[in-house]
């Protein structure tokens, strides 16, 4: 079996951004059925994402709901009833489970520049970051130039939504999100690694 740094990435998350709003939607259906399967069937059939045609609705729903089954029930109860800004949280928590290139950029390229108070993203920290996963990752040498720039285009769209990025110099100011004591109970009951995805440092993270 692959080990995870030897594993093809995901690159295929560029149906949609973190989308929080659908994404209570997609957890609202699970809930309420208790089945996956049952629940996207009641999705697509009701359009209930109020996509502007049936192939939109199925990519997106797929999307949504391959990162929710990478969240814990806790995670998945806290995204379809708590709050717009935890269910920002829950939803970059799913994508950072269900898309490693994400949870990678955020933890080891976000985190070390407010580490070194470097606080702006430049469009050479991204290149550079794809660059150096492209040895241990020839699908990112594969990508297309439009794709390439899908990949980007998507993933800052999605670190910004949780408050990660916002607007500045460069590609945008980077900053480290307030977290609720919700979240950050859903996320340490699951595994405080995941933390490392909302730009906590490692000395914070291992003193849970």
Known sequence: MPSPASSSYNLSFTAAPLRPELARIVAESYLATGDWDLAKERMISSNALQCRSASSAIRLERELRQRLRTLTHDQVVLIAHATAEDRAAIAWLAACKHIPFAFEFASEVLRDKLAVHD????????????????????????????????VRQVLLRMLSEVGILTQGASLGAIQRPALSPAVVRAVTADS???LAGFLVPETEIFSR
């Open 119 to 150: 606080p702006v993203l430049r469009h050479s920290d991204y290149e550079a970051y794809v660059e150096s996963k492209s040895l241990s990752h020839p699908e990112l040498a594969r990508l297309t130039v439009s794709s390439k720039s899908k």
């Open 192 to 194: 405080s690694k995941w």
